[in-house]
């Protein structure tokens, strides 16, 4: 069990992209969406497009996010019938529109009559909510197989975090594979001692226990790692005065068009909604008639 | 400003938490270009003596400091940091721990770039240094998968970037394998050579020695003992606390005239069963990685007392983990009592065989040694009866009785070491397998534990002898292997090049350096005395034929 | 240096941000290998009490970093993506969490566990209603979705976890530290 980053240089247009316009471009979408509150799928469906173009343009390996890809499916799937389930009570997603036909009943609580009735207007609601998820989701997920784990920090301070900030997540990521490697010694070396993973006994609070001879000395490691740490930080002058970062950042015209496209998706989001009065929710008549 | 880059006076230093000094009265100063080596044993105060002298103390660490430390001519107590740390460069003991950047340029870079020096400067810098320590190879590494010796010379040029007069260098080989431990040894001396003046802190004074330092400091409870040239050395200093040549040794014994003791030789058993087989083992972690075993065959016997050496990263720890099944071969059957291991679980091999690993702070996490101790055997479901008295009797063993109520994680190392040996013990298994029993700890607390754990006493018998059918330990000290083992494995090429008493294994020594095994003095005085002796001995134990 | 200025930034806080950051993400993507049972649709991360202790032991700073820096780390090894609420909602539970520190003497003592774990509970509450609050607008769920499909199942599975581990956390480190004070 090595931890080791997926990331690999590969020869693609996101991978030239300045890490910054990267995360601003994330930003851009996310807010573009959430907001000003968009649930309209005609306005959706293109911005998921442009979200599946990218994903697929980051050229990643299956295998590599098969697992990632089979939990956001099940938990989005999960939340939005729960969603669905228990909704109609206000909220800024109100779809509680009694004139839409019933389609019909989940039996929630069957012994107290509470059967929750499955509306179009919930169903169409149920798959806006899915893309909308997914259109935001998809665009993160390539991020850790694309982006040099060296370049966070810089790209931190050259959005304007503090050098104090921006080193914090440098030496995070100095340190991940360090921590992993000791948790998997560790592990072995319990293992040694008879301990198995597999026949946890008793209740959930035993178990829960049950984990501290694996937990503890990784952690109380680190706490003295962190001394030594700090020590050789201060003799290497650090925080003394204004730090230079030696690794530069410049955009390019690729960056200044994905830039302008982020800027101009959020704004056109924005004016549609509020200008408009376009992007709220509703059913569309197509979607009713395939029930009705 | 004054002649001496360093002047240390009248130095005292007690921590805060602390009763009594850490440091006593310490004063000497240093020429440019002068190699100092500082030695002594665990807890003497070296390292406290190095943070007052890179200006840690007093700033991060709280006490009475008294006395003064001149760096050119001005005291450190009065300098701004960024001014101090490019005069003083210090380099900590475990390189994995002080490596702050993810990959190479960055980590050289760090220093220069924590000062605010403009980009081309730091640029500049860092190539010069890595063309000054051959390392412009590693440029765009990730520092986590260096080998341990190219992790030491990253961190040093991370030093050499902030271009400081001043070396100090605390114990700095603790984890090297003795070539990498020479190679470094060597820049070492090739930067006093240039006129930087270099401080080195270790215990591993046979080793340090080999570069001629100029002087030696060697402290005792915080305080100056002697400080010197070397060739006084054996004179002054006590063999049994450093690691001196074993001609030094056998010099200083004769002229003692202590009676060399000989300690019987252990007696060998008939050959019986073999508790642990490999046959044709095949291993490798991933498909896509190459493999690490190939073709091994190994049998472990009753009676076996076994050394396992070989270099850096060779595969001996991946060895060892087939035998407690944490590891399944790819190819080929290791049997554990006759029983395939892929037909066990780690639990039930556990019974078998107890296997020490390498650091405590892995395994230590209860809030008493007792319950520490009782963790395997409850995990083993063994009876409450039983169990107690398995914790008795491990604890007595390795002489840890009254900390039975001690928290593992409050011990010292050497302590903290014992408790993870007792609780294998407590476990009751026949064969105990160690992965580097030594690592990290002084020479006068190994050979104690060492002497613990293989010596024999009147009765004849060992702790291990007693408690275990079979022994296996990993050492990067060739000499752990001439004195305290009585079968000796050679692990390199994926395979065991090499098996039998140590006298045969150890004897071909461009064999040993193929396998990047360096011969130390007391392998070469062992060997030359062979023909008088009949076996390989400790050092003192050689006075009496030499 | 052991002046306890709840809010101080330096070197300390970055070296124990990062640490506690990157534990929180190897613990966090570890339990999901070894998964933990769950009630219901509560899902138990053990990594939770690592996290609260790091705040309680180095204050809020220390918290609010290895928490966001964490839940990012320990999102992406686990290939799922960014989720910026869950990782400010993180980030808060460590930051109030971390008010504690000033206040604790003593790591073994009975009342200043029990205050770390107070503080430790206050926080997980704190930092879960931000994140279920703010998936309202993310996913568009409803007020009781947030309430009893994100926020109950959390706030339960970290608080059972915090209370038992935290405890046992706390104690191991007062042993470490009695070795190596500054
Ligand atoms: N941070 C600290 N706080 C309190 N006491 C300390 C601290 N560091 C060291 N000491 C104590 O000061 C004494 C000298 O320790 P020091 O680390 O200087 O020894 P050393 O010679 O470097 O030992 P080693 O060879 O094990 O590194 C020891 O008794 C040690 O326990
Ligand atoms: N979990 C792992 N996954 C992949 N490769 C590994 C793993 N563990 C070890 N290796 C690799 O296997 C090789 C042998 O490692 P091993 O730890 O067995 O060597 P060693 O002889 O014990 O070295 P050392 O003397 O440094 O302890 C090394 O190249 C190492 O990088
Ligand atoms: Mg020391
Ligand atoms: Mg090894």
Known sequence: MLVTWKYRLRDTFIQRLDPRTRLIFLFSIIFALTIPEIWDLRIILPIFAISLTLYFMARIEWKDVKRGWAF?????????????VLSGRGGPSSVTNIESPILFYVPVLDWFGWMVPITVSKLWFALNQIIRMLTMAILAIPIPYTMDPNIYGTAFKRMGASDNVSFTMDLAFRFLPTFARDFTITVDAQRARGYEMESLKGGLVERIRRLSPLIIPVVMQSTVTGEEVIDAMDLRAFGTSKRTWIKTLTYAPRDYFMLGLGAAIFISCCVLKWGFGIGGFFVPDFFTNLFV | MSDFPLVVENLSFKYRTRPELAVENVSFELRQGELLLIAGSSGCGKTTLARCINGLIPRSYRGERKGKVLLQGRDVAE???????????????????????????????????????PREEIASRVEQVMKRLNIEYLHERETFNLSGGEKQKVALAGMLAMSPSILLLDEPLASLDPASAHEALAVFRSLADEGKTVILVEHRVEDAISITPDRLLYMEDGRIKYLGPIKNLPNEIDYTQVKLPAPWVVQRVKALDNAPVVSPRPEERERSEPLVVFEDVDFR??????????????????????????????????????????????????????RDTRTMSVAQIARVLGYVFQSPTHMLYAPTVHEELEFGPKNLGFEPELISKSIVESLATVNMKEFEEYPPLALSFGQQKRTTIAAVLAMRSKILVMDEPTAGQDFANYTRFMEALCGTYDGGSSLLSANFDATLFITHDIDLAVT???????????????????????????????YRVRPTSLLQLNLDLLPKTGRFLPAESLAGFA | MNDKSTWEFGTRQVVYGAIGAALYGVFSW?????????????????????????????????????????????????????YWHWSLGNGLMGLVAGLVMASIKDFRARGDIMKAVGYGVAGIAVGMLFASLTEMFMGGIDLNTALFGYFTPAFLGN??????????????FAAVASRRGR
């Open chain 2, 79 to 117: 300098m701004e940091i960024a001014e101090m740390s490019q005069v003083v460069g210090t380099l900590l003991q475990d390189p994995e721990r002080q490596i702050v950047a993810s990959n190479v340029f960055n980590e050289i870079a760090f220093g220069p770039e924590n000062l605010g020096l």
């Open chain 1, 72 to 84: 956001i499916l099940v938990f989005v799937i999960f939340i939005v019938g729960i969603n669905g």
């Open chain 3, 159 to 172: 608080t059972v976890v915090t209370v038992i581990l935290l405890p046992v956390l706390m104690i191991a």
């Open chain 2, 285 to 338: 972690y991933d498909e896509e990685y190459p493999f690490i075993l190939q073709n091994v065959n190994l049998k472990i016997y009753p009676g076996d007392l076994i050394a396992v050496l070989g270099p850096n990263g060779a595969g001996k720890s991946t060895l060892v983990k087939h035998a407690i099944g944490l590891l399944k071969p790819t190819k080929g059957r290791v049997l554990v009592e006759g």
């Open chain 2, 484 to 514: 305290y083992a009585n079968r000796v494995l050679l692990f390199g090429d994926k395979h065991v090049v090499a098996d039998g008493a140590p006298e045969d294994v150890l004897k071909d020594v461009d064999f040993l350096t193929k």
């Open chain 3, 30 to 82: 570890a339990t999901n290998i070894f998964p933990l049972p769950a009630a219901g649709n509560v899902t138990f991360r053990p990594a939770v009490a690592v996290l609260i202790f790091f705040a309680s032991a180095y204050g809020p700073w220390v918290g609010l970093l290895a928490g966001f820096i964490g839940n990012t780390l320990g999102d992406a090894l686990s290939g799922w993506g960014f």
